[in-house]
T-cell receptor, first 113, second 110 residues
Framework: KAGVTQTPRYLIKTRGQQVTLSCSPISGHRSVSWYQQTPGQGLQFLFEYFSETQRNKGNFPGRFSGRQFSNSRSEMNVSTLELGDSALYLC????????????FGPGTRLLVL | QKEVEQNSGPLSVPEGAIASLNCTYSDRGSQSFFWYRQYSGKSPELIMSIYSNGDKEDGRFTAQLNKASQYVSLLIRDSQPSDSATYLCAVGSNNNDMRFGAGTRLTVKP
């Protein structure tokens, strides 16, 4: 089975721009969670999607949004980028529930200049 | 108090020794517990999951869970230099999400 894939792997943007990241879960997995990882804060939960619905949301500003498509693929969007948004963005998929074993993609490393 | 706490380390052990990694959590209703390993520049990969009190062994790895003490640990026997990584403790919370600790950096010296 193919693992979780994320595109792009690396991204450089400037402040004020917006960015869209994509995640394809493991085949058959319907839950997709997004995390932000920075050296200072560790892994921070952004949101979780299941059946095209946001089921859970972390403590991030509204500039961070996401969606899930009928094939379980998910995208996250960050608008009006700030320097502090520079991070590794990880997507993880699980069968049906974010409390189950999650399998991580390789991540998208975003640098905001 | 953080929801999932780990000693950030670094923890340094000699090759062949036992490495002991500890994690405490605050949500008493948590039912699922995981250990992930993350190499520098890579994404986390699952080592073990544990759901019941007691020990669970998988090769050189043993996870221990004590729900009464809200404590979960990971023992790595016969530590190898390739075990050098950051180990993340994750807890399935009652809020229907996964909470991660900040990670413990382990170095195994040859």
């Amino acid at each position: 089975k193919a693992g979780v894939t994320q595109t792009p792997r690396y991204l450089i943007k400037t402040r004020g721009q917006q960015v869209t990241l994509s995640c394809s879960p493991i085949s058959g997995h319907r839950s997709v969670s997004w995390y932000q990882q920075t050296p200072g804060q560790g892994l921070q939960f952004l949101f979780e999607y299941f059946s095209e619905t946001q089921r859970n949301k972390g403590n991030f500003p509204g500039r961070f949004s996401g969606r899930q498509f009928s094939n379980s693929r998910s995208e996250m969007n960050v608008s009006t980028l700030e320097l502090g948004d520079s991070a590794l963005y990880l997507c993880a998929s699980s069968l049906a529930n974010s409390q189950e074993t999650q399998y991580f993609g390789p991540g998208t490393r975003l640098l905001v200049l | 108090q953080k929801e999932v706490e780990q000693n950030s380390g670094p923890l340094s052990v000699p090759e062949g020794a036992i490495a002991s990694l500890n994690c405490t959590y605050s949500d008493r209703g948590s039912q699922s517990f995981f250990w992930y390993r993350q190499y520098s520049g890579k994404s986390p990969e699952l080592i073990m999951s544990i759901y019941s009190n007691g020990d669970k062994e998988d090769g050189r790895f043993t996870a221990q869970l004590n729900k009464a003490s809200q404590y979960v640990s990971l023992l790595i026997r016969d530590s190898q230099p390739s075990d050098s990584a950051t180990y993340l403790c994750a807890v399935g919370s009652n809020n229907n999400d996964m909470r991660f600790g900040a990670g413990t950096r382990l170095t195994v010296k040859p």
